[in-house]
């Protein structure tokens, strides 16, 4: 079946550090994209979606870019702050069928002044 | 802004009661999902429903069942509960029964079992 990697399970920066968050999925159809966001206490918040090779989908700073042939969609952010600190999941969604989204296991960043 | 409301915030009971969890948005969509988190953060579906539809229900237990009176509450009973239902659900909705629509999350609740 279909299935999200993200490789950081915890990432610990100081501010201003870059941010580099890797995901990587397995679909057998053109999924779209996402990348979502848990603060504490709080459900996850969508932050962006791309839907076809080569999309960049940005907000907040953050930025990935739908790259169909090495099967990735790494989030970045250039410069974070301690308000970063959260969960953040990549998903993904089939094109067809309503199936809910499919997440990734999450990776906690921790932003220290 | 809040607009996928959740109660109770907390819940916590003993194993084989019934509970029941509530969900409702106020955001006029036509889908409406269960997510459950566990304690390491890991997040899958349970239900989703379209239009009072079950559109998708993944292999999850007999015991967990979903009730929809309309297209903008979406509850979650759980018949008799055990040690490993332990965990944060989350109720979403999003505006179509398509997995590229965004998806709009309730604070969850966390139910602790006993």
């Known amino acids: 079946g279909d299935s999200v990697t993200q490789t950081e399970g915890q990432v610990a920066l100081s501010e201003e550090d870059f941010l580099t968050i890797h995901c990587n999925y397995s679909a057998s159809g053109y999924p779209a994209l996402f990348w979502y966001v848990q603060y504490p206490g709080e459900g996850p918040q969508f932050l962006f979606r791309?839907?076809?090779?080569?999309e960049k989908g940005s907000s907040r700073g953050f930025e990935a870019t739908y790259d169909k042939g090495t099967t990735s969609f790494h989030l970045r952010k250039a410069s974070v702050q301690e308000s970063d600190s959260a969960v953040y999941y990549c998903?993904?969604?089939?094109?067809?069928?309503?199936?809910?989204?499919?997440f990734g296991t999450g990776t906690t960043v921790s932003v220290s002044p | 802004e809040t607009a996928v409301f959740q109660t109770p915030n907390y819940h916590v009971t003993q194993v084989g009661n019934e509970v029941s969890f509530n969900c409702k948005q106020t955001?006029?969509?036509?889908?409406m999902y269960w997510y459950k988190q566990d304690s390491k953060k890991l997040l899958k579906i349970m239900f989703s429903?379209?239009?009072?539809?079950?559109?998708v229900n993944e292999t999850v237990p007999r015991r967990f069942s979903p009730q929809s009176s309309d297209k903008a509450h979406l509850n979650l009973r759980i018949k008799s509960v055990e040690p490993e239902d332990s965990a944060v659900y989350l109720c979403?909705?999003?505006?179509?029964?398509?997995?590229?629509?965004?998806?709009?999350f309730g604070p969850g609740t966390r139910l602790t079992v006993l």
């Open positions: 998903a993904l969604g089939e094109r067809q069928g309503g199936r809910a989204l499919i």
């Open positions: 955001l006029g969509h036509d889908t």
């Open positions: 429903y379209n239009n009072k539809q079950l559109i």
């Open positions: 979403a909705s999003s505006k179509a029964g398509t997995s590229y629509a965004e998806q709009f």
């Open positions: 791309a839907s076809r090779d080569k």
